[in-house]
């Protein structure tokens, strides 16, 4: 992301000299075409290179630096990394929008509050080519590695450290991006590298850029509403992924919480809500489709003793012991609640099964709503009996 701050104010490199500052400026300014050309056709785009030459070392850096302070803080990884610092661009601007391939050494780049408070006008779109950065989207962290989509919002904060790179970047007037777009809020969203969204993003922002020079202003503002589209459609798949991942994950929190805690007879909702970072109101919307945060209770709870009753090789468990284990309030009440489930009384539930073979014993567990990965603690159990019995 660090390589990526360019400006629709000052998209190039601006040189030492200021006869080369004056120069770049009007390049900036000139391509802004809002006016049809003659006969009503669009004219054609065209690139601006900055810094051909190659020019790099500490008199460049400092340039850089000093043109970009009123939007980054600039360092760079280590002050040796001056001698040979080098940054160079080709640029398409439009009337909203900057195309930009960029190329160049090490260094770090950073957007504190201040910064944002003054300069919050642009969404970056950008596909890393070669390199890698880490990055810190106000809380979101990852590493951008080559082929990586990543979405970058100047209205949010952020750090990043990268390495020598290039990439190809889409930077977008803020009022220019859709609010179907701005409102997921897609600051620090990145589609890897072996993504169906990242391929797709970034091989029609590869092609948009082999074709810029052909292309005139009226088909590049075209490609680049077909790239936000593109964008926004695999944000908005990527939230949703999100949030599932988020409501998966709170919802597991609170099942292991409940199954360390069976013992416990007055294991109620705060507890487990605190134990899952949720509210009590949450955890009842996330269990509301189950049920309940009562019936879930109640079915872990039988669950466990059913796995108590039919893992023991040797002694029955008594039904006192299972109550204790899974915190039902007295062998009346599991007992009951045993035959709502199962449609026996536990011991005669326990005498049916141990009567039958393994295929019986997963076709009713499974009537009896242990799913297929819940059913691995008897099948291991049932295995090493049978290897236990083999001469």
């Known amino acids: 992301m660090a390589k990526n701050g360019i400006s629709t104010k000052s998209a190039t490199t601006t040189k030492s000299n200021d006869s080369q500052k004056g120069s770049q400026a ?11 050309g003659i006969c009503g056709s669009w004219p054609k785009l065209q690139g601006l290179d ?37 940054l160079s661009t080709r640029t398409y601007h439009l009337p909203s929008a900057i195309l930009m391939r960029s190329q160049g050494t090490a260094f770090i780049m950073a957007r504190g509050p201040a910064l944002v408070a003054r300069h919050a006008d642009q969404l970056l779109i950008y596909l890393e080519l070669e390199g890698s950065c880490d990055n810190d989207w106000a809380g979101r962290r990852g590493r951008v590695m080559p082929g990586d989509i990543q979405i970058v919002d100047y209205a949010r904060p952020f ?23 701005l409102g997921l809020e897609p600051h620090g969203f990145v589609f890897p590298h072996g993504s169906g969204a990242a391929r797709l993003i970034g091989a029609a922002m590869q092609e948009f850029y082999a074709q810029a020079d052909d292309l005139t202003v009226g088909e590049a503002e075209a490609a680049i509403e077909g790239i936000v589209g593109l ?38 909702p705060d507890e487990i809500a605190a134990a899952a970072h949720l509210s009590r109101a949450s955890l009842y919307r996330l269990l509301a489709a189950e049920g309940g945060i009562r019936s879930v209770l109640l079915k872990r709870r039988l669950d466990q003793a059913l796995r108590l009753m039919l893992d023991d090789g040797g002694d029955e468990c008594s039904l006192k012991e299972i109550v204790k284990c899974c915190g039902f309030g007295g062998k009346s ?39 297929h990965d819940s059913l691995f603690w008897r099948t291991q159990r049932v295995e090493r009996s049978r290897s236990i019995q083999m001469p």
Do not use: C
Request: charged residues 25%; without cysteine.
């Open 26 to 36: 009007r390049g900036s300014a000139e391509p802004h075409v809002t006016d049809k």
């Open 159 to 181: 750090h990043s450290v990268t390495t020598d790179y290039a990439n190809l970047i889409l930077i977008l007037a803020r009022d220019s991006v859709p609010t179907s777009l």
């Open 231 to 268: 964008t926004t459609a695999f944000a908005r798949m990527r939230l949703a992924g999100d949030k599932l991942d988020r409501v998966k994950s709170k919802r597991k929190a609170a099942f292991d919480y409940i199954d360390a805690h069976f013992a416990n007879a007055r294991l109620g």
């Open 333 to 371: 009440q599991f007992s009951r609640a045993f035959h709502a489930r199962f449609g026996l009384p536990p011991r005669q539930y326990r005498a049916l099964v141990r009567q039958q073979d393994f295929d019986w014993h997963q076709a009713r567990l499974k009537a009896d709503g242990f799913d």
């Open 50 to 86: 900055s810094n051909p030459q190659g020019e790099s070392g500490p008199q460049f850096w400092q340039a850089f630096r000093d043109t970009f302070a009123h939007i980054y803080t600039l360092s760079l990884p280590d002050p040796s990394e001056e001698a040979r610092f080098t």
